[in-house]
């Protein structure tokens, strides 16, 4: 990702100007070197992201931290690149790339390899696809990368041991083409005459285009495309950019604002306000967050950049306390290493999200990252910041007292044993997750079902008794394909007709297609992709009448923040008809119920999902016929 200490540090920050004598209310400029506050505004963005991997429910539009990140980003490299043509009359573009690749590489080859070793011995489903997460973490090109492999950044199906990294392919695309644009954009305003508001202007428009494409690509299924794009996710980054061309000018339009002076107060209050408030609704499940939301983040996080660089203040003393310096600095280093020791911890300690049990893996989590970024910081990226990548080795070299043999030999042994053991996880690394392997195979199960067993209509029964297995059909998605076994198990002759992320507008087809050979009783499980449809829910339960019985399951999935309020949307609709019940699979279901990926249940799970479902019968008949159902106890795996 993104803009830390990591990638630009202070040292190489332009130095902020000078106040011009006739600026209202004209104060000091920060020391040459540093640009104060920005540290903060780093802490502020690692926390909201780290806080959203943590739980999503904790902060549903805390992955909107990377927007901040992408306009201090655009902002650093800018005034760096138009600081140096200023200075020098040109720019050294294999001198801006050397520094890019000290600042990006050191922390990133060590978190790589070390995140791989250790996720393959908590379990081998972290390295489904592990071979294209490691080309693109190592070329930073992840993001086109997983567009091309069709991941789904907000609904994976197993969780993803580098999926941060697409935000740090951006940035590193963003390296590479940005100087030269910005070259040919600095040469024109010579030649040309242009000043600095026309520069920023034609920079501006470019982050708007780009808003305008995601706004355009966006699709709610999987707004990965949307999300991942280098061209449709650039508003942030051209935001910084354009800001930075201003702030640079000689002329300085800010400084010589009479509404920024007289309502700067205002507008920071009102950007803090605004990017709060985003962090906190702007949920991944919300169409308005990418149409409108991201560019609201880029916006506000300018106007609070600006206050922060502009002059002494409130702003800038809160944002360079301490812990926000300590966080801000390290954040590079936070960004790379949180998101494997929330997953490798997630995996190798299983826990309900939501229980005390997962507040406490969370919080090992976080001391862990900490802990791991500051190691990084220093002794990784710090010596290579500072020495070079040839003063580093050297150093190294020293310590590890590699002019003698036995050193020598001891550490080329390592090097060799380290090398052959990525390179065999590598190779044996599973190309589909245990979950996607039950899934093909119980769907062909089900399949086979169907066509042994034939619906039988329901032949005018209106009965409410507990139905048996014969007389029970069920729609779902991958989660009732995870069940399958377990379904047949629990109602012999069942028959199912389950294919993974299905909506429910797929369920009303299915059950307007069954028409009159509908059994008597039916199960409904979907929606876990595309959430809770009320308005088609309804049409649904129209079409197969108040004379059956019908069970709909709740939704469970530890990484989608609107889960809760699917699920109270089902609690309703069930309540509004008295011939549906409520299995809910969300409260029954146990940390060691799920897949690794959180969502879909193990051969466990998947004798709770139907002992679930039955119950939802049980309790439904006896709500009708006021006999209780004496349900035989099943042994379980």
């Known amino acids: 990702m993104i803009q830390p200490p990591g990638t630009l540090d202070d040292a190489e920050a332009p130095a902020s100007h000078a106040a011009s004598p006739s600026t209202p209310d004209a104060r000091p400029r920060p020391a040459p070197g540093h640009l104060a506050g920005l540290d903060g505004l780093r802490a502020l963005a690692i926390t909201a992201v780290m806080i959203f991997h943590l739980d999503p429910d904790w902060l ?50 060590v978190v790589v390899p070390a995140a791989i070793l250790i996720a393959r011995t908590v379990e081998a489903d972290l390295l489904v696809g592990i071979r294209r997460q490691t080309l693109g973490a190592l070329t930073f090109s992840t993001n086109w990368l997983e567009i091309a492999g069709g991941s789904n950044y907000f609904a994976a199906t197993s969780p ?12 590193e695309q963003f390296y590479l083409f940005w100087p030269l644009a910005m070259l040919v954009l600095l040469t024109l305003r010579h030649r040309l005459g242009l000043v600095e ?55 300085r339009a800010y400084t010589t604002t009479r509404v920024w002076h007289r309502h700067r107060t205002r507008f920071i209050a009102a950007a803090a306000a605004t990017l709060v408030l985003l962090l906190v609704v702007a949920a ?37 306390l301490a812990p926000f310096v300590w966080i801000g600095r390290r954040s590079y280093g936070i960004y790379l290493w949180h998101w ?12 309900n999200s939501g229980s005390g049990a997962f507040a406490w893996t969370r919080i090992l989590a976080v001391v862990v990252t900490l802990a791991l970024a500051d190691l990084s910081f220093r002794f990784v990226e710090g010596p290579v910041r500072r020495l070079g990548f040839r003063g580093a080795a050297r150093r190294i070299g020293g310590v590890l007292a590699l002019r003698s043999t036995p050193g020598r030999m001891t ?54 008794a507990m139905p048996k297995g014969d007389e029970v059909d069920v729609f779902g998605d991958s989660i009732t394909v995870a069940s399958v076994p377990a379904l047949e198990y629990y109602f012999p002759g069942v028959q199912i007709d389950a294919r993974k992320n299905r909506r429910w507008t797929d369920g009303l087809s299915l059950v307007t297609a069954a028409g009159d050979t509908l059994r008597r009783a039916v199960v409904l499980g979907l929606g876990t992709n595309d959430g809770t449809d009320s308005e088609t829910i309804e049409k649904v339960l129209d079409e197969i009448g108040d004379d059956h019985m019908v069970v709909i399951v709740t939704l469970h999935a530890d990484r989608l923040s609107r889960i809760d309020g699917d699920n109270a949307a089902l609690q309703r609709i069930v309540e509004e008809h008295p011939n549906v019940a409520l299995a809910d699979w969300d409260s029954a ?33 006896e709500q009708h016929t006021g006999t209780a159902v004496p349900l035989k106890n099943l042994p379980r795996p």
């Open 60 to 109: 549903p539009g805390g992955f909107l931290g990377v927007d901040i990140f992408f306009v201090i980003s655009g902002f650093l490299i800018t005034t760096l690149l138009v600081r140096e043509r200023r200075d020098t009359g040109r720019i050294d573009l294999v001198g801006f790339w050397t520094r890019r690749a000290r600042r990006l590489l050191p922390a990133l080859v």
């Open 197 to 251: 508001g026309v520069i920023a202007a034609l920079v501006a428009g470019i982050g708007l285009t780009s808003a305008i494409l995601m706004a355009l690509t966006y699709d709610p299924a999987n707004a990965t495309r949307a999300y991942y794009g280098t061209d449709t996710h650039l508003v942030g980054l051209m935001s910084g950019a354009a800001l930075a061309i201003v702030w640079m000018g000689p002329a």
């Open 340 to 351: 494997p020791v929330i997953v490798v911890i997630g995996q190798g300690i299983p826990t």
């Open 411 to 464: 550490v080329a042994a390592a090097g060799t044993a380290l090398a052959v053991s990525l390179t065999l996880v590598l190779i044996t690394a599973p190309d589909t997750s245990s979950t996607q392997q039950t899934i093909e195979e119980n769907q062909a199960r089900a399949a086979a079902l169907r066509a042994r067993t034939p619906a039988q209509t329901v032949g005018g029964a209106s009965s409410f």
């Open 160 to 171: 993803q041991l580098f999926m941060n990294f697409w935000s740090l392919a951006v940035e």
């Open 589 to 621: 279901v146990a940390a060691e119920d799920l897949q690794p990926d959180g969502i879909h249940p193990s051969l466990g799970g998947a004798h709770t999902y139907a002992a679930t479902i039955r119950q939802a019968f049980a309790d439904l008949s």
């Open 284 to 320: 991944e499940d919300r169409m308005w967050t990418f149409r409108l939301g991201i560019p609201l983040v880029a916006l506000a996080t300018g106007v609070l950049l600006l206050g922060a660089v502009d002059r002494p203040g409130r702003l800038r003393e809160t944002l360079g």
